[in-house]
Structure formats: C-alpha cells, structure tokens
C-alpha cells in the first residue's frame, strides 16, 4: 500500500468531498438495517393477530399498524436510496477530481524530463501509465472506495444490529463467515493473477495490431499479410486459453460462494426454529435474520473485488511514481543568467557519450559561432553532426568540457530563454496533425499570418502549400493532406524560419528537396537569416559555399576546418568527399 499514500494528499484536497461521502455512505447504511426490523416486527404482530380470538377491534387495528409498518419501510427505502445517491455524487466526483489533477501532473512532469529519458523508456510504456494507470488508480479511488466503505459500513451495521436484536442467533448465523472469508480470500488471490496475465496478453495484442496497422504498407509490399495474421491468432488464442481458465475460477466463486451463504441462512431457520419454541426468539427474527444474510451476501462477495482493484491500483500507482520521482538531468538552473540577445556560443573542449549506446559520439570538440556568422558542419552520416546540435541545446550535457554563451558557461543560463532563442530544425521532420499554419505557427499565438507566409517563402514552399485544397488551412497527417518528405521538410523549415531567434540551426534539412530548390533557398539565404547566425548541418558540400566558416567531422571528432575556399584548396577529406560529390553529381 505503500504507493497508494502517495494520494493521501489529493483525499486531504478534498476532503469535505471525501468526509461528506463517508457520512451519506453511513446514513445510507444505517436506513439500511432498519428495514428487517420494520419487517419483524409487522410480521410478529400478524402471527399474534393468527394467535389470538379474531374480532373487529383487532382486525381494524391490525391494518392499522401494517399500513404504519408499510410507511416506515418506504421512508426507509427512500431514505436509503437517496443517501446511497448523494455518496455516489460526491465520491466519485471527487475520484475524477483526482484522476484529472494526476494526470496533468504525470503530463506536466513528462514534459520537464530529458532526451534520455525519452531514449531509455518507449513512448507505449509512457502512454499506458498516463492513461491505463492512471485509469486504475481511479478505479480505486472512487468505485473501490466507494464499495469499500460501503462494504465496511454495512457488514459493522448489520452485524452490530444483528447482535443487539439477538445476541445467540447472531453467533449461530455468522458461523460460516470465516470460511466465507477464507475462500474469498484464496479464489481472489487467483483471480488476480490470472486477471494480471490477460492484461498482460491483451496490452500485447493491442500493440501487434497497432504495429500491423501503422506498418500496413509494409507488411502489404512484403506480402506478409498471412505470416502476421498467423501470429496474430497465435496471440489471440493464448489470451483465449488465459480467459477461460479464469473463467472457471470464477465459476467455482460464487456457487461456493452461496452454498456458505445458503448454509447461514439454513442455521438463521434451523436455530431460530429451536429457540422459537422456549420464546427467546420470535418467528419474525427469523425472517429478519434470514434477511440479514442476504445483506451480507453482497458486501462479501465484493472483498475480493475491492482487494483486487486495490492491489491493482497499487501496482499501477508504483508505476506512474517511478516516473514522477524522475528528476529530469537536466533543469533549470536556480540562479539562471538571462540569455544574451547577441549570443555567440562556443565548445570549449568538449567530449560527449551516448549514455545508452556508449557511442563516443563528440571528442574534444572545439568550435565557435559569432553573433551573425554562418557556420558549417559537413562529415558523413553518424560523425557526430546533430549530437553538436543537441549538446547545444542542452537535449543532451557535455561529459567533459564546456560550452560558452559570451563567456558564461551555457548551465548557467535559463534553460528556457537558451531554448527560446535558438531555432532548431531537426533532421526527422516531425508535423502534427494539424494545419499547415498552425504548424508553421508552433505554439506562437501572436504570429501574425503575414510572417507565417513570409517564412513559407522563405521555405520555398509557399507555391506549393497555396496549391493544397485549403492551403494554409489544409490539414496535415493520416486524414489530412498528404504531403511529400521534401514538402514536410520544407513546412519544417519554415516553422523554424517563422521563430524569431539568436541562432538557426539547420540540422541536413535540405537533404529531401531538389536541386533548384536548395539553390533558390541558399541564394536568398542572408536575407532570410536578418543578421542571425546559423549552424548549418549538411551532408552534401556545394551548399557549403555560402557560409563563413567550416568545420569538418569524422568519427566524433573535428578532422578540418576553414572557409569554403580553403578547404577545397588542401587535400583532406573535405576535398575527398567534395571531388566525389562532383563525380556522382
Ligand atoms: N540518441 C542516441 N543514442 C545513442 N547513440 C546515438 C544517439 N544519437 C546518435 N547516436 C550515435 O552517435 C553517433 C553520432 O550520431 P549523430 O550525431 O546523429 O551523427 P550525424 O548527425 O553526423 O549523422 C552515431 O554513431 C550514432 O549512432
Ligand atoms: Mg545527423
């Protein structure tokens, strides 16, 4: 239960909730139990009035009191449904109160944490603790307490009732209770694991769908459709195997069940019966009791069903704990300096390792970018190219060295103004399923179209998005318009073109546009930066030509440097690479 008290402080939030719910449970309860009296006592005075010399007087007066009888057990009713109503109100409003503040909170969380956060856990297992998880802590929180207390309530109710109408036949009943218990007790314990297993089968089945969906195309161009399907059924017919064999568990639950009940009931008869005759009992206590034991049924059979979901609840809150006690690596500073408006940003020997992969993927990396100044890093793929992008973003922390904002080294600075200020297009184009403005909009509400336009220009993608049914309305994504990767690419790179910022960082996102287009784009490039500077990544070394100065990679580590024109004049591997470029045209 230890992860469960974690939410002890959403139960003290709401409190007055929670309190009121325990009271209307109680009231609930308590009219409840009245009931069987009002029924005993109606039904001794009829077995009185069949005892004794039948006249008017009695006659009349009977009705009487069976019509007062009938009243109170409908005022009881009524009383106990519209109590057992108000606790349903407020507990369960109080359990979606809570299941929406955790899960802003778990989502809120998710997003302060890192880069290898997001590499070490899969976006399947972030996705199902916001939403499964959090969807069985809620179980716990209102049908689980609710049922709980309820449960609680009425078994101490009745049995308290129980012993104050007839102290014997109350121990004589509840004999069979302990056994009751004990089954229950057993046959939930297997129900859960068994219960744990199909989940665990079903969440596999639903990500084999997921998969064969997204990867329809795929599967399809591979002619893999029967191989997938085939396993596919293999899957299903395990989980089908797992569900029938608590199927069976659940059958043998409640015929057990009710045979100890019926047992109870049986003693209620028999005993008040026998104490019937020496006058210690009356036959309208036995009616009551019997009625007792129907009441009890229900509760009992719910224990189990209440410890599962708890249990369950309590896996699942450990889960999302685990998330929420990560502290993200890396966070702002608490004394953060504010970014300069004119940064220029500078490696200072800086060595930087995959945590996960042990790739050394920088090595003694110095380098620098001058406010205004267009910097190159060219070098095959997987010389280290975007990681310089992402150390100087803080997605990732350098394992040596530093890196400087004017000076100051960049943990220093506010993480979100850092951010704020650099407009990084990443090499994976990622767009939401969302329109194109919107998209080239990102989060910037006071953008105003005219720049969105201005930035799609820029992008060399304006014609192209003006010709979209909707253009910049049309929808991007699975029912949307479906644009091409060069087209993607280039809505992209007008988003981070739209962003006003210090830096732009160009991680090879020219790699899917054609010849023209790359030369239309690099020709009006000084106008399109407006004096930022930019870190352009590339692959393809023509469009190098246009910046200041180059840096060039090989396996993690800065192998040349110089302009352009230098560069192409000395033998190395920029030169290497440049003459083949030209081969292969
Ligand atoms: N998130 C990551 N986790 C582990 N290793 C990575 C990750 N990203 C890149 N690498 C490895 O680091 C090296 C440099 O990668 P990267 O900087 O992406 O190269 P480039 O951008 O030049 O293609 C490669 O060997 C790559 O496999
Ligand atoms: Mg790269």
């Not at 009035?49 to 069976?66: I, K, N, R």
């Not at 744990?196 to 089945?205: G, K, M, N, P, T």
């Not at 990732?396 to 103004?417: A, C, M």
Request: charged share 20%; net charge neutral; hydrophobic share 45%.
């Amino acid at each position: 239960m230890r992860a469960l008290f974690t939410l002890n402080r959403y139960f003290w939030k709401y409190k007055h909730k929670l309190l009121l719910g325990i009271a209307f449970v109680v009231l609930s309860n308590i009219f409840r139990a009245l009931q069987p009296q009002v029924i005993r006592k109606a039904l001794d005075e009829v077995l009185l009035f069949l005892g004794s010399v039948p006249d008017s007087g009695h006659t009349e007066a009977l009705g009487q009191s069976l019509m007062k009888f009938g009243l109170y057990l409908f005022a009881f009713a009524v009383l106990m449904g519209l109590f057992m109503f108000m606790m349903r109100q407020t507990i369960v409003v109080m359990s979606r109160l809570i299941e929406r503040d955790i899960r802003e909170e778990v989502f809120a969380h998710y997003l302060q944490l890192d880069a290898a956060f997001y590499k070490r856990n899969k976006t399947g297992d972030l996705m199902s603790r916001i939403v499964e998880d959090v969807n069985k802590v809620r179980m716990y929180l209102g049908p689980a307490m609710l049922y709980g207390i309820n449960l609680i309530s009425l078994v101490i109710i009745v049995i308290f009732t129980m012993f104050q109408v007839n102290a014997k036949l109350a121990f004589y009943t509840l004999l069979p209770l302990p056994a009751l218990s004990y089954i229950i007790y057993v046959v939930s314990n297997q129900i859960n694991l068994k219960s744990e297993i199909i989940q665990r089968q079903l969440a596999a089945l639903t990500t084999k769908s997921q998969e064969s969906f997204s990867g329809i195309r795929i599967i399809k161009s591979y002619a893999l459709e029967s191989h997938w399907s085939n396993d596919f059924a293999k899957a299903s017919d395990a989980y089908r195997t797992n569900t029938m064999s608590l199927a069976r568990i659940d059958a043998f639950f409640f015929p057990s069940m009710l045979l100890l009940i019926g047992l109870s009931t049986l003693i209620a008869i028999y005993m008040g019966g026998l104490h019937a005759m020496d006058g210690s009992v009356t036959p309208g206590n036995i009616a009551e009791f019997v009625i007792y034991v129907t009441m009890l049924t229900w509760p009992i059979s719910a224990i189990g069903w209440v410890a599962s979901i708890i249990q369950q609840a309590e896996a699942s809150q450990k889960r999302v704990n685990d998330f929420l006690h990560t502290k993200p690596a890396i966070a702002e500073a608490p004394d953060a300096l504010p970014m300069p408006k004119h940064p220029s940003f500078a490696f200072r020997g800086v060595t930087f390792r995959y945590p996960d992969s042990g790739i050394l993927a920088a090595q003694d990396i110095h380098l620098s970018i001058a406010p205004s100044q267009k910097v190159g890093i060219v070098g095959r793929t997987a010389s280290g190219k975007t990681t310089v992008a992402d150390l100087m973003l803080r997605i990732y922390e350098p394992e040596s060295g530093t890196i400087l904002v004017n000076g100051t080294d960049i943990r220093n600075i506010s993480l979100k103004q850092l951010r704020e200020s650099v407009s990084y297009i990443p090499q994976d184009v990622f767009l939401f399923s969302d329109t194109i403005s919107e998209n080239i909009r990102f989060g910037n509400a006071q953008l105003p179209d005219a720049e969105i336009v201005a930035a799609a220009k820029a992008a060399c993608i304006h014609n192209e998005i003006s010709g979209f049914t909707g253009a910049y309305g049309a929808v991007l994504g699975e029912r949307g318009v479906n644009a091409s990767g060069g087209q993607k690419q280039r809505i992209s790179l007008a988003r981070g073109l739209a962003k006003s910022s210090a830096l732009l960082i160009m991680d090879d996102c020219l790699s899917a546009v054609d010849a023209q287009t790359e030369l239309d784009f690099l020709d009006q490039l000084d106008a399109t930066l407006k004096g930022r500077s930019l870190l352009f990544i590339t692959q393809r070394l023509r469009q190098t030509q246009y910046l200041d100065y180059l840096y060039v990679f090989e396996q993690g580590r800065i192998v040349q440097k110089g302009t352009f024109q230098e560069l192409v004049d000395q033998p190395g591997l920029f030169k290497t690479l440049y003459d083949l470029e030209n081969q292969t045209g």
